[in-house]
T-cell receptor
């Protein structure tokens, strides 16, 4: 079974709708991240969380919100989706105990906003 | 600030050709360096890493050496295969608390290998 899972894998929605993307992990990591990938722009960090009570904005948090329901679950919400939020979204986890930040990624959610 | 610059793609090679994807970085302190690979339709996965100067990371025939004097971490493979077709991301992480430890990614280089 995959260590980092994301649901849904694909979603098509309309402008103005509220959308939630979910991420679960079985790696026991404290740190979780949400990224967005756009062609030619690489990965950009939306939000990150170092534990259940520690949530931080990343590079492009406007229009997004997150919830860390438990150590293993980290959800990303688009309160009112707009077409330029069409992208591939990745969740990742990491374990910083070894002194460097190796991240483990989920398979991604492809979101299309019409 | 901290940043990663990697060569733009796409890169198209014939099978068994030699591959180099250039990556240079700017960082405060002594970063750890990574190469991630994204196969079509999948998430990113760690390909190799190096945590201090002169370290060589290697995996699946790929290698990269952490060169502090040139602030570089170029990815190389002596003989590519069609199955190596993917997008490759260079990334760094600076030691320290808070957001300092977050990964900073380059924009990715798409590699296509033709039979």
């Amino acid at each position: 079974d995959a260590d980092v899972t994301q649901t849904p894998r694909n979603r098509i929605t309309k402008t103005g709708k509220r959308i939630m993307l979910e991420c679960s992990q079985t790696k026991g990591h404290d740190r979780m991240y949400w990224y967005r990938q756009d062609p030619g722009l690489g990965l950009r960090l939306i939000y990150y969380s170092f534990d259940v009570k520690d949530i931080n904005k990343g590079e492009i948090s406007d229009g997004y919100s997150v919830s860390r329901q438990a150590q293993a679950k980290f959800s990303l919400s688009l309160e009112s989706a707009i077409p330029n939020q069409t992208a591939l979204y990745f969740c990742a986890t990491s374990d910083f105990i070894r002194g460097y930040n190796e991240q483990f990624f989920g398979p991604g959610t492809r979101l299309t906003v019409l | 600030g901290n940043s990663v610059t990697q060569m733009e793609g796409p890169v198209t090679l014939s099978e068994e050709a030699f591959l180099t994807i250039n990556c240079t970085y700017t960082a405060t302190g002594y970063p750890s360096l990574f190469w991630y690979v994204q196969y079509p339709g999948e998430g990113l996965q760690l390909l190799l890493k190096a945590t201090k100067a002169d370290d060589k990371g290697s995996n699946k025939g790929f290698e990269a050496t952490y060169r502090k004097e040139t602030t570089s971490f170029h990815l190389e493979k002596g003989s590519v295969q069609v199955s190596d077709s993917a997008v490759y991301f260079c990334a760094l992480s600076v030691p320290g608390g808070g957001s300092q430890g977050n990964l900073i990614f380059g924009k990715g280089t798409k590699l296509s290998v033709k039979p």
